[in-house]
């Protein structure tokens, strides 16, 4: 099974981006899928989780402007960003886990402008 990730890009600050995340392959169960990201020097840090029953959870630093959901009959997550800032720049990852495992996305870049 692998992720695929994709919708990044450069938006200026207020804007908006949307970002899916798609499990091909194999299909399990995921459990919690979720967003990270980690910005040039700075450790990788969750951004949004949400479980299988859509019980979401979000950093502080981005609660009220993104919204993370998924479908399930897809095995896919998305993270809608909005009022983004230039502080939200960063390569975003997805992440799932299931049945004792967790899978990684490959990266997709988020750059906004000030």
């Known amino acids: 099974v692998q992720l695929q990730a994709s919708g990044g890009g450069l938006v200026q600050a207020g804007g908006s981006l949307g970002l899916s995340c798609a499990a091909s392959g194999r299909q399990y169960v995921f459990n919690d899928m979720g967003w990270y990201r980690q910005a040039p020097g700075k450790q990788r840090e969750l951004v949004a989780l949400i479980s299988r029953s859509r019980t979401a959870r979000y950093a502080d630093s981005v609660k009220g402007r993104f919204t993370i959901s998924r479908d399930n009959a897809k095995n896919t997550v998305y993270l809608q960003m909005n009022s983004l800032k230039p502080e939200d720049t960063a390569v975003y990852y997805c992440?799932?886990?299931?049945?004792?495992?967790?899978?990684w996305g490959q990266g997709t870049q988020v750059t906004v402008s000030s």
């Open positions: 992440h799932v886990n299931y049945i004792g495992s967790e899978l």
